[in-house]
């Protein structure tokens, strides 16, 4: 098992990411990687990305909801500063994280490597996740008011 420091981007850690897989995947991606992490991940055998955007040098962690064998995989453990569970907290891209992971090695398709499976990640510093909100917009006094019902009718 290893632990690397980094920022936390794109972070499906509560609830699992089911766009690319229907059972879903916690996945995160930790990027801003420094040297002394950099050389933990390469020493692991795992192989790390660059994109040119925010994340700069990263990799992705993942953990399959669901194992191959059908059985359920535990949820990744998140934690606090002061290692106390964190529930129905959403991580924003940028939050500083640690992250637990171990290692194991695969082949598909007459290909083979060195993935990460995520076990844990501590939360040193949460910058609050701002995706689709109810705030995004200031009320706008003398503007155009709707005059129709909030709830949406039901075809008869």
């Not at 229907?22 to 040297?35: A, F, P, Q």
Request: charged share 25%; proline share 3%.
């Amino acid at each position: 098992m290893s632990v690397i420091h980094g920022k936390a981007y794109w972070a499906s850690i509560t609830n699992p990411n089911t766009t690319f897989d229907s059972d879903g995947v916690w996945t995160i991606d930790i990027g801003n990687l420094d040297s002394k992490n950099k050389k933990i991940l390469e020493a692991d055998g795992l192989t790390i990305k660059n994109k040119g955007d925010d994340r700069e040098d990263f990799i992705t962690i993942k953990r399959n909801v669901k194992k191959k064998n059908g059985a359920m995989n535990n949820a990744p453990l998140v934690l606090d500063a002061q290692k106390r569970t964190i529930m129905n907290t959403l991580i924003g891209n940028g939050s500083t994280v640690n992250v637990l992971y171990t290692t194991y090695e695969w082949k598909f398709g007459g290909k083979a490597g060195v993935s990460a499976d995520l076990k844990k990640v501590q939360v040193v510093d949460l910058v609050a996740y701002e995706g689709d909100s109810d705030d995004a917009f200031d009320v706008v006094p003398d503007g155009y008011s709707s005059t129709e019902a909030d709830e949406i009718p039901f075809a008869s």
